[in-house]
């Protein structure tokens, strides 16, 4: 027997050699197969999973910047919201409706007449001074009183007001306004509870107003004219100008006469 032995272990040697050569499975440890490296799989296996998977990734279609078409962006595909922007806001409405053609103080010295077509209540019936509309309790004409030409307005608690819509008032420029006026019987202005003046209400193409833009007079009894002015610098551009000339909020009985009015844009 001790001559077998080493016999028998040699048989045992080769059959296990044999084994391997046909691809009998390799010894199972822990319920998982061993391999070489002592993982569970051996290097050729590894080698071709990951020849697999390269395979897999680059079937995959991977997004290009070169085989994208760039959109270029025009008005039309621009998707845009309610609100729009305020530039282009300012532009819409800076386009005076054609209506709205009063672009100059139109009648200034109150020399031309019409009938009145407004529903005022105490000056209906009156003749209106052609593009002057009545302001509270509203003006009649004057032939006793006048600077210049035939007539002027006469202001017991109100005045006139004219509308109007420059198109060269733009930020950077001024508005001048001026007038000339008398009275009689009027409470000193200044500082009093009346108001006697050539008045503007501004109004800008953002929808702004600069109100209270006046050019004040003395008031009181005056023996001659007195001229007044005020020139407001724009900081921005001008939709409409409302120039009134008013005299309200006296005591006393007096009245006011206005000629010779303008509005200009320097």
């Known amino acids: 027997m001790k001559n077998q032995s080493p016999i028998l272990a040699l048989l045992f040697l080769l059959a296990s050699c044999l084994c391997v050569a046909d691809g009998a499975a390799a010894p199972v440890v822990a ?4 391999g070489p490296l002592g993982r569970g799989g051996n290097r050729s296996t590894n080698s071709a999973a990951r020849r697999q998977q390269a395979q897999e990734s680059a079937s995959v279609p991977v997004p290009s910047s070169r085989g994208l078409r760039r959109v270029k962006k025009s008005p039309n595909n621009i998707k845009r919201t309610p609100q729009q922007p305020q530039k282009q806001l300012l532009q819409e409405q800076k386009q005076v409706p054609a209506n709205r053609n009063n672009r100059r103080l139109s009648n200034g010295g109150f020399e031309h007449w019409q009938s009145n077509t407004f529903d005022h209540t ?18 009649t004409a004057s032939t006793a009183e006048s600077r210049s030409g ?5 202001v017991k608690s109100g005045g ?19 007038g000339y006026a008398k009275s009689v019987g009027v409470s000193p202005i200044h500082h009093g509870p009346a108001v006697m003046s050539v008045y503007a209400d501004v109004k800008f193409v953002d929808g702004s ?21 005020n020139t407001i610098p724009l900081l921005k551009d001008v939709e409409a100008v409302h120039l009134y000339a008013v005299y309200y909020g006296d005591r006393g009985d007096g009245v006011a006469y206005f000629d010779d009015f303008d509005l200009q844009i320097l």
Request: hydrophobic share 35%; net charge positive.
């Open 31 to 34: 319920g998982r197969r061993m």
């Open 122 to 139: 105490e000056t209906k019936g009156a003749a209106a001074a052609t593009g002057w509309s009545p302001y509270m309790g509203g003006y």
């Open 150 to 154: 035939q007539q002027s307005i006469a």
């Open 160 to 178: 006139a007001v004219q509308k109007l819509y420059p198109t060269n008032a733009v930020a950077g420029r001024k508005l001048k306004l001026s």
């Open 209 to 229: 107003w600069l109100r209270g833009q006046e050019a004040e007079f003395a008031g009181g009894t005056t023996e001659g004219w007195e001229y007044a002015e």
